[in-house]
């Protein structure tokens, strides 16, 4: 009685020994090289893409109204070019984020949130734009279609950015989701902005900045559920 007891099934035994083989041939098995492109690569490419999208874009707008607008408000040309570096900076913060064993320095990130915070304050200047609040038909013109235009065009780049993230293997992948959705949005909103005639203050927060952080926000929250390794 007590050896069929401690005897152990047959069918325990071949499992076992069907275990044993699957483990060992997948051993042996030489591993599969890391067919991944180089965070500067990925970063390059994706930057090379959105130039050609942008000039296509800003070429489909014509350069009449553009002249006009600028020629009206100077300064804008300032502000894009502070939209532009901080698109550069937050999306190479977003792909060396993503490969790990790389990251940016302290000093960099000192200087993507100073890009950050000149953008966000610029409009608040009266030199620059018209008055924050004043004649609030100004202010409310065109900001549904504005931001709309912003958040789908932002969320096309985004799901290429996204995809080519989610193929890494980010540390944290919030703080990378963050960054890529804010690169991507500001994209739209360069976009956007190229060919909109309303420089008013406040239009140009609440319909064209605004929208850009708060989808930074849901991207921060989608990449901890996509690009988490």
């Known amino acids: ?8 099934p047959k069918s325990a035994l071949n499992a076992e020994k069907l275990h044993r083989q699957v483990v060992g041939r997948l051993l042996a098995q030489p591993l599969a090289p890391n067919r991944r492109l180089a965070a500067p690569l990925q970063w390059g490419l994706w930057i090379l893409i959105i ?14 109204s553009l ?16 939209a532009l570096a901080l698109t550069v900076m937050t999306s190479w913060e977003a792909f060396a984020s993503s490969i790990p064993g ?43 279609k504005c931001a709309v235009s912003i958040f789908t065009l932002g969320l096309m780049v985004w799901a290429g950015m996204a995809w080519m993230l989610s193929r890494n293997a980010a540390v944290r992948p919030g703080w990378t989701g963050a960054c890529s959705g804010l690169a991507a949005f500001m994209v739209g909103a360069i976009i956007i902005q190229w060919g909109c ?15 850009v952080a708060v989808a930074a926000g849901l991207t921060a929250y989608l990449g901890k559920r996509w690009f988490f390794q």
Not at 197 to 211: A, I, R
Request: with cysteine; net charge positive; proline share 6%.
């Open 51 to 64: 130039l050609v999208a942008v000039g296509m874009m800003a070429l489909s707008m014509g350069t009449r």
């Open 1 to 8: 009685m007590k050896k069929n007891q401690n005897k152990i």
């Open 67 to 82: 002249k006009q607008g600028y020629s009206t408000h100077p300064s804008g040309l300032i502000f894009l070019l502070l």
């Open 197 to 211: 005639p309303n420089w008013h203050s406040g239009h140009l927060w609440v319909s064209h900045l605004l929208p």
């Open 102 to 144: 790389r990251r940016t320095s302290s000093g960099y990130k000192l200087t993507a949130c100073l890009t950050l915070g000149a953008l966000a304050l610029f409009p608040f200047f009266p030199p620059h734009f018209g008055g924050l609040w004043q004649q609030s038909e100004e202010v409310m013109a065109g900001s549904l």
